[in-house]
């Protein structure tokens, strides 16, 4: 969405969120909102109006900040003007300080490292790479090996009162190429983008304090299913020093952006466990990581299989799928409500896996998913919305997809996401009706059409959609509805903010599956 313009103020409340830190802003505080438009209606999004959390933009200001305030303050309180230059200018030497303490670390190792040559027998890092990057000489005239004997680390180490896991980074990644360096960070998922410096130090931090895992809440970086394009594979977290040179800090993930909608994640921590991935510095280690996590899933993946084999040997091949589909809706395997569709799913799978039964059913397990899997899957996308109070009709729909085949799959999917896109509650008095929406020239949303929207309404009228009985035996029934993600509601002051306010308040225990029934809209 194109950024319309800012805004510089005290918190009228204390109940809006900061996007970079993630924290309440309390009240009185200073915040800067950036406003953004997509043509239909204008959102903002605060952050503290400090240099950690607001980034001065690169786009006509080149991230200077007096430039910002000439282009985008002229209208706004000199006061508040001056407030906001203080506090950036303070966090902004904060954090100066802590880089430039970094690189008078590292410039101080490197030189010592420079002076105990390359003797050492070496051996340890056997890539070329290491060769090729040990013989340049740039920017500075040092030049040492990356095969440093552990006797001359520890040395160097205790001589600079430095910890000899961070002498040994340097020494490994200090003079390695831009190129390397990013093999390197893709390797760890971790972020490939900046300047030199920044890939070094992300390097060095990755080595000494162990790999960046994944966000715990949203996983962002992981394959994700919905994901329409192939898309960044690398961690969605990211921190704010501690100053204490301890690879921890401020911790807040910024969700990532799967091709259909932006999954927000409100992930924060002063600590996270790093290093439970081994870090990679090799194509040798990288293969072994990879087998390692195969070896893992493999495991994974027969869990509950312990007990799923029979005996084939009387049986004709439609007995045994008998069988087979028995045993994998059992597991929970994601199947097809059709018996013969299921069946001939399960057949190929069996067929491919030379009529093993125990193979089969983890092979369709990982084929297929589980019906767990996609519940979740369900409940994140549901959570997306950007008015909760639609996650039930966008859930239906993305049930019916998983029911559905060939074109309808794709086409319930489109609904789904069109649905958690709609800024206004669908039934709301003076809104489009469904047949609007899918087929009325001044309301036609793109993605849902004339038959789906006829649906909506129908879901809208009689709380159920007779279709997605019939045909996917779905149920609408209101006795198991556990919860209710419709009374959820935005605790932020600024409204407009809905791509953060659905993820904000979803309890995740909303969307239950096979309830939906309970009437949102109170007719
Ligand atoms: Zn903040
Ligand atoms: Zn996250």
Known sequence: MPIVGYVLEKAKTGRSSCKGCKEKIPKGALRVGTESDNGEYTMCSWRCANAACFKIPKKNYKKDVEAFIAGEFQNVDEELVEEFRASFQKSAAEKEEHDNGLKRTFNEISAALANVGSSSDGGSSSSKKAKKSSGKKKGSSSSFSTTLSQADIERVAKEKGMSPKLVEAIALYGKMTTSDLKQILKWNYLVQSGKKEELVSRVIDGHVFGTIPRCPECHGGEDDPERSTTGRKSTTLTCIPSGKNDGQGKWTCKGYHNGHYRVTCNFVTDHLERGEVPWVRTVEQYEELLQNQAAKEKIENSKGMENVEFDTSNMDQRAVLDSLLEKARGIGIKLSSNDGDARIALAGIYNANDKNITDTLVAAKKEL???????????????????????????????????????????????????????????????????????????????????????MDEYLQDGKIQRFIEEYGMSFDDDDDEDDTTTTTTTNDNNNNNNNSAYDTYDGSGYGGSGYGDDAYGM
Do not use: M, R, W
């Open 369 to 455: 998913g589980t019906v767990e899997e996609e519940k979740k899957q369900a409940e994140k996308a549901a959570a997306a919305c950007k008015c909760p109070e639609n996650a039930k009709l966008a859930g239906i729909f993305l049930e019916a997809s998983t029911h559905a085949g060939g074109f309808k799959k794709a086409a319930y999917k489109k609904v789904a996401y069109a649905i958690q896109n709609l800024d206004f509650i669908f039934g709301s008095e003076g809104t489009a009706t469904g047949k609007q929406l899918g087929s009325s020239k001044k309301h036609k949303v793109d993605g849902i059409g004339k038959s789906s929207g006829l649906k």
